[in-house]
């Protein structure tokens, strides 16, 4: 499938419904089965996300449990071990595993990390970011190019965290917009990685949004961080371990006023909290996403006049 656009507008057209999501946890399974599901329910476009990995079994309750809440709910499909920047030699094994997940049960969405994490075969359970040269681009365009022909769908890819600042031939967002672009895959904007890279590297947060085109733009993730234990605010860390900070509540609304209406999934990953706090905060999520589509709506008329 190398340079093929393969569903070019599929993943903007696919999660157009979805509002607020949230990640999937085995530990809230009775509260989500318990929630109201038919409209006018205000849980009516929640949507949940799992790392696909987590489900490469071949049975049992953790299958059962994923398929009970498909029954009522979209589901997205976000992998963390793909590798798509780097040693592609085991993807097809890797993508027959996603596509048999795919095929039973039809996730809205499906994407993966901009990054690398094996090499020589070795996997290092990280998900460390390219050095944005022409030759990195072309093996993650491979990588894309891999992941999409053996599952048979387009993805997202998602923009990574940045700990440290390194020479490249171009920036992130030209680096991932053109990877996009050539693969025909969408992105993936995570606004919590955003914000880190942009306290860690001294990028800018905005200027970065600016220069995504908005029809890329399938899906956004916000999350919580944490100051590293040493180094505090000088260095924070990805760690899906708190709450959503407000800096990033910012960068989200700024973010859906460049693009859109867009599916927003709010993870988290440790420090698990009751399943109603998780939903109050993918409410603030949604609360983003209806004002969004509240101004669309006001300005509508004028556009119609203006033109």
Request: proline share 6%.
């Amino acid at each position: 499938m190398k340079g093929n656009k393969l569903c070019s507008p599929q993943h903007i057209v696919a999660g157009e419904e979805l509002g607020a999501g949230l990640s999937l946890k085995p530990e809230h399974l009775d509260d989500i089965l318990t929630l109201p599901v038919k409209k006018p329910s205000s849980h009516h476009n929640l949507w949940f996300e799992v790392h696909t990995e987590n489900y490469f079994v071949a049975g049992g309750p953790r299958l059962n449990y994923l398929r009970a809440v498909r029954e009522n709910y979209n589901l997205s499909f976000h992998g963390v071990g793909g590798s798509l920047g780097s040693d592609h030699q085991a993807m097809s094994a890797h993508t027959k595993r996603v596509k048999a997940l795919i095929d039973e049960f039809q996730p809205t969405l499906v994407s993966e990390h901009a990054v690398w994490s094996k090499s020589e075969g070795k996997y290092f359970a990280d998900l460390m970011p390219l050095p944005r040269t022409q030759d990195a681009l072309q093996s993650l365009i491979n990588g894309i190019d891999c992941y999409q022909s053996g599952i048979g769908r387009s993805i997202l890819i998602e923009n990574p965290s940045n700990y440290l600042d390194f020479i490249s031939d171009m920036d992130e967002p030209q680096f991932l917009v053109e990877a996009a672009k050539r693969s025909g895959c969408g992105l993936l904007i995570d606004i919590n990685n955003l914000y880190i890279s942009s306290k860690n590297t001294g990028i800018d947060a905005l200027n970065y949004l600016t220069q995504i085109p908005a029809d890329l733009v399938g899906e956004i993730h916000i999350a919580g961080h944490d100051p590293d234990p040493a180094l505090g605010q000088s260095l924070l860390i990805d760690s899906h371990a708190a709450a959503v900070a407000p800096p990033v509540w910012m960068l989200l609304e700024q973010a859906l006023a460049l693009f859109g209406h867009r599916p927003v999934l709010v993870e988290r990953d440790a420090n698990i909290p009751a399943f109603d706090e998780l939903m109050s905060e993918r409410q603030t999520a949604q609360d983003y996403l209806n004002q969004c589509e509240l101004k669309k709506s006001l300005n509508a008329p004028y556009k119609e006049l203006v033109r």
